[in-house]
């Protein structure tokens, strides 16, 4: 097996669509220091789990820094089709071919400190985010329920959103798809690891 990592540094001012479009906090509310996000990221195509750490450092100067490095093993031709992903608000796209669109929760993510526990949230274009639950995702507090799409019952996706930290991404993002009557896991994104600047 071969083995790829990727570094890339991203500064504020690079980033392609800017920090707050791209992350489910906007950058301000990051505690002076470096917050660490490490997350799990697994498909059916691939025999490993990717990794992915993102690191946000907010200066002192009010400039922010911050850092992905993306690592992935598999043989050549996981490697060659499958390696890296792409992420904005709401949606992750990763090189295995597994695209996973939020976009109807996009309403509620600036709502969600308001969302209930038990609750169903109708969505713009006929979706709905039911079975909603408190969870904790790597000592991060999250509100996690099921996206359905009345236009596509064959598939369903699970959604966290956080609520005591700030995160890039969304802790955990779950695809899943129905098979000869059975849910089928397809891709799964999970926060596994989540370090911020002592004393917050």
């Not at 796209?93 to 709502?111: K, P």
Request: glycine letters at 8%; proline letters at 4%; one cysteine or more.
């Amino acid at each position: 097996m071969k083995r790829a990592t990727a570094l890339t540094m991203v500064v504020l001012a690079m980033a392609a669509f800017g920090f707050t479009t791209m992350a489910q906090a906007d950058i301000d509310l990051f505690p002076v220091g470096t917050t660490t996000m490490v997350y799990s990221i697994t498909t059916e195509d691939l025999t490993e789990p990717q990794s992915l750490e993102l690191t946000v450092t907010v200066h002192e100067d009010q400039l922010y820094t911050v850092r992905m490095t993306t690592e992935q093993t598999g043989t050549e031709d996981e490697l060659a089709t499958g390696f890296g992903f792409l992420f904005g608000a709401t949606q992750v796209a990763s090189g295995s071919g597994h695209d996973v669109s939020y976009n109807s929760l996009d309403a509620l993510m600036d709502q969600r400190s308001r969302l209930t526990e038990g609750q169903d949230y109708l969505l713009p274009g006929g979706g709905v985010f039911t079975e909603i639950e408190g969870v904790t995702i790597a000592g991060v507090w999250c509100l996690e329920g099921k996206l359905i799409d009345e236009n596509d019952p064959n598939e369903r996706l699970t959604v966290a959103f956080a609520l005591t930290h700030p995160v890039y991404i969304s802790p955990r993002i779950l695809a899943e798809e129905l098979r000869e009557g059975e849910w089928v896991e397809v891709f799964k994104l999970e926060l596994v690891e989540y370090t911020a600047p002592e004393g917050n």
